[in-house]
């Protein structure tokens, strides 16, 4: 199963003190070496942790595949296609959002979608659209000739963290906090099926899977039995386990839970 680690939030550490340091480009030579497949970072349109001087260095100078997540905002397009990343991941972006809060509306935005597509198509970066686990979406998906989808796992996320505590996990939005533990268990295992069906769905449709959003190094290990999800994009919790075991290693504990 691949793994994406996502820098962003090396950055976002830097911009809280705005100085240079820590500098996400040096975070490149030990992803690759902790064995990664890949580098993911956000271009966000208010660009609160990657710049666009750190996106440009990164997809430069890195020996790993950039998956580089964008909104349709055309600035942001434009700068994405210059830059030719390996893969484009489109992202709904809400400047208020501490981080990304669901999936792409897909049926929804398809103009823009199908426009940022073939920009992206027509510079051969490949392109995956984040979006909910659900069956218009992934049909959607497929009719705009994405050739990944990324689902996001938010949900499964929030509802595993209210089951077993919050462990490293911190809900970014709580709904009903104390629900039965045999409904919230249900809940778990009608999300993980939703995932599951709809990744072999999505597979037969000739797509390719990848997840991510609030994966950690306890909720991992069911979204890694999902045999159809091909690839984890994982930020937060890598990153926040970095600071006391440092990079590679915070980065090898994931790789070890995600042996199939
Ligand atoms: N995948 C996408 C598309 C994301 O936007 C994010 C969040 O930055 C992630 C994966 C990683 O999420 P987390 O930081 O919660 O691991």
Redesign the pocket.
Same mark, same amino acid.
């Given at each position: 199963m691949l793994l994406?680690v %996502?820098i962003?939030?090396i950055a976002v550490l830097r911009e809280a003190r705005q100085i240079a340091d820590p500098d996400p480009l040096d975070a490149l030579s030990i992803v690759n070496r902790a064995g990664a497949d890949q580098i993911?970072i +956000?271009l966000r349109e208010d660009r609160r942790h990657i710049r666009d001087n750190d996106a440009e260095n990164i997809v430069r100078l890195s020996m790993l595949p950039i998956n580089l !997540?964008c909104a349709t905002a055309p600035e942001i397009i434009n700068i994405v296609t210059d830059l030719k990343p390996h893969r484009a @991941?489109i992202?709904p972006e809400k400047r208020e959002e501490v @981080? @990304?809060e669901g999936g792409l509306a897909v049926t929804g935005e398809q103009k823009a979608l199908r426009k940022a597509i073939d920009k992206f198509h027509n510079n051969e970066i490949e392109v995956s659209l984040?979006i909910d686990p659900t069956q218009e979406s992934i049909e959607a998906a497929q009719e705009l000739g994405a050739e990944w989808i !990324?689902f +996001?796992t938010?949900k499964y996320?929030n509802i595993y963290a209210m089951l077993y505590g919050n462990l490293s996990h911190t809900p970014y939005k709580i709904p009903e906090l104390d629900l039965p533990r045999a409904t919230l268990k249900e809940m778990l295992r009608n999300e993980l099926k939703t995932l599951q069906n709809l990744s072999h769905d999505a597979v037969g449709m000739g797509l390719r899977v990848?997840a991510?959003?609030?994966?950690?190094y306890h909720n991992v290990k069911e979204i890694v039995e999902i045999e159809t999800i091909e690839e984890l %994009? /994982?930020?937060?919790? /890598?990153i926040a386990r970095s600071v006391y075991t440092g990079l590679e290693q915070a980065i090898l504990d994931m790789r070890a839970l995600m042996l199939r």
């Open positions: 994406g %996502n962003d939030h993911t +956000h !997540e @991941t992202v @981080t @990304t984040f !990324e +996001h938010g996320a990848a991510g959003h609030g994966l950690n %994009n /994982i930020g937060q919790c /890598i």
